[in-house]
């Protein structure tokens, strides 16, 4: 019997068998958690059921008339939020602007510039991305992928307004590759 059980896991067996049982003690600690268990419950004290009032914390009643504010239409609301951080606003004319923003993407190279449209004043910027798939040991494949963004100068109050819009469909865009273009005209012309 020997050969085939050797003394420490026949010992082990025992010890683990024996565990749950009253010999060492756990008799005591289960009838000690039953009796905490069967205890009186928790009362709540009257002072959290209705707190006290005071009348530091009551809210002056308003004097004189009311006003009505009329509701603005909704045709009055923007499309676009326009956003500070989306844009920047410059004190020039558009054709200038656009003459410093085409010299300032030119300086900056955060991206390659594509079509130049002078008479619609924008100018489409792509971005190469390129992504590493991996699995646990070796690497799967590089995907590239090119991101469009178009630079559009618009006539604004104080002289011209720079928007980023996505290259593909035209809509304001704000998104890392927006900002990165919009940060990299706000170190190279002067904006408001």
Known sequence: MSKFFPRPLVL???????SG??????????????????????EVPAELDTP??????????????????AEAPVDSLPVD????????????????TFDKVLAALEQA?????????????RVELRFEVSEER???????GTQTRTIRRSVHVLEDAVGSRIVIEDGNSGIRIDDEYAQRVLSALRDRINWE
């Open 81 to 96: 939020a326009d956003d500070p951080q989306s844009r920047l606003k410059v004190r020039m004319s558009p054709a200038e």
């Open 12 to 18: 082990a067996a025992i010890v683990v068998a024996m």
């Open 134 to 140: 991996k699995r646990w040991w070796w690497k799967d």
């Open 109 to 121: 190279q955060i991206a390659m510039l594509g079509e130049t449209e002078r008479n619609e004043l």
């Open 21 to 42: 049982c009253s010999l060492f003690g756990k008799g005591k600690m289960h009838e000690r958690y039953l009796d905490a268990e069967s205890g009186k419950a928790l």
């Open 52 to 69: 006290a009032r005071r009348d530091s914390m009551r809210v002056p009643e308003a004097r004189g008339e009311l006003v009505a504010v």
